[in-house]
């Protein structure tokens, strides 16, 4: 090996699970270095509105098991992060409402709060609860409801995702990661059956393991990535509006759409789910318009407000849109933990957890059988 190029571990992609990653192995003493083609944060995780909204009750499943496990353990992290860095994050348990928009959507609310205590034993803290049009607006006014009430999320909570990304970039740093910005991977050195490194454009850099947590583009690095980690995006686009007085004070989802309060009378929305199309970040006029008039149906106020920024992402996600964590079938030292869909902020540090686990005691920290590594479906 050439001494010079040589880390313990290689981490594709600056991402939050990839951030995540590197300073979870670095804070564990392995030598780490982290690539991102571009600036760390500025894919998938960079357009994410920042909001951590728990699973359906009955979701049963390793995925959603794993999804309520990083709700719980994000408070504890970030105080970490913001304690090694010295950057605050901005994290704020607000709470968040779904409203309500059928009688059908009613009849599935009633089934998941009626069932929840039930199937979420576990997680005393992670509560749901169904209220009716007078609770919601004394908690919400502003809010016109269709008349089916709302499922109150207490344990909804946001982060600032440009301030996470600093911190963690930061945090990484401090644990002695090697980062490489504008360095993109562009496959990966076997020897074998065995990962040797990753190939950059002039030279190869070699490392005892490699961790690929590079989005939408994961699958294309190597043909066994292809095969069982494969990896397509979905666009989403979002707007930030500035309106003219405060009009809520928690999160909403409303038709699978999210509002989030910012300071200064400023509302995040998104986003759209682009299945067919453009996976170009191109803006478009109907995405806007498609946001605006969706949640002025329960937010009238917001027709008076002025849209002053716009933005997409591609939201990396595999065909069965569970993600991908742990070791690549038919090569060792090759590790995966991408595809996260919508949840990767919240998906970030457990994540992490698992892989850390992976490496240094040979199994992961939580169950993952249904979400490691298969072939394309």
């Not at 928009?101 to 009849?107: F, P, T, V």
């Not at 995702?161 to 504008?182: D, F, Q």
């Not at 478009?284 to 002053?308: C, F, Y």
Request: glycine share 8%; net charge neutral; with cysteine.
């Amino acid at each position: 090996m050439n001494a010079k190029n040589q880390s313990q571990f290689s981490v594709v992609g600056g991402g939050i699970v990839g951030l995540c990653t590197a300073y979870q192995l670095a804070k564990n003493d392995l030598s780490v270095t982290l690539f991102e083609q571009n600036m760390c944060g500025s894919g998938a995780t960079g357009s994410a509105l920042g909001i951590l909204w728990p699973p359906s009750p009955l979701r049963l499943s390793e995925f959603k098991h794993l999804h309520n496990a990083g709700l719980l353990k994000y408070r504890d992290c970030v105080e970490e992060l913001e304690y090694i860095s010295g950057i605050e994050v901005g994290f704020r348990r607000c709470g968040g409402l779904e409203i309500i928009s059928s009688q059908s959507q009613l009849e599935m609310a009633k089934t998941e709060t009626e069932s929840f205590s039930k199937i979420d034993s576990e997680n005393q803290q992670i509560t749901l609860s169904l209220i009716r049009d007078n609770e919601l607006n004394i908690l919400e006014p502003k809010i016109v409801s269709p008349g089916f009430g709302a499922i109150v999320s207490p344990f909804c909570a946001y982060v600032d995702v440009r301030s996470l990304l600093n911190a963690l970039k930061v945090a990484c740093i401090k644990m002695g990661v090697t980062i490489l910005e504008n360095s993109p991977v562009t496959g990966l050195l076997l020897e074998k059956d065995r990962v040797e490194g990753v190939l950059l454009k002039r030279e190869p850099y070699l490392s005892d393991g490699v961790i690929v947590t590079s989005g939408f583009s994961m699958s294309d690095l190597h043909p066994l990535l292809h095969k069982y980690a494969f990896t397509k995006p979905v666009k989403g686009q979002a707007i930030l509006l500035q309106l003219r007085e405060k009009i809520i004070d928690r999160v909403i989802r409303w038709k699978r759409i999210f509002i989030r309060p910012q300071e200064n009378n400023r509302l995040e929305v998104g986003s759209t789910t682009e299945l067919k199309g453009s996976v170009d970040l191109k803006l478009t006029d109907h995405a806007r318009i498609h946001l605006l008039e969706t949640i002025s149906e329960i937010l009238p106020p917001v027709k008076n407000g002025d849209v002053i920024e716009q933005w997409a992402g591609l939201r990396p996600v595999s065909n069965d849109r569970k993600p991908y964590i742990g070791p690549v079938p038919e090569v060792s030292g090759l590790l995966v933990a991408g595809a996260h869909y919508k949840i990767g902020l919240a998906f970030g540090f457990v994540t992490a957890e698992i892989i850390h686990g992976m490496i240094t005691q040979g199994k992961p920290a939580y169950s993952i059988a249904s979400l490691t590594p298969r072939l394309n479906c």
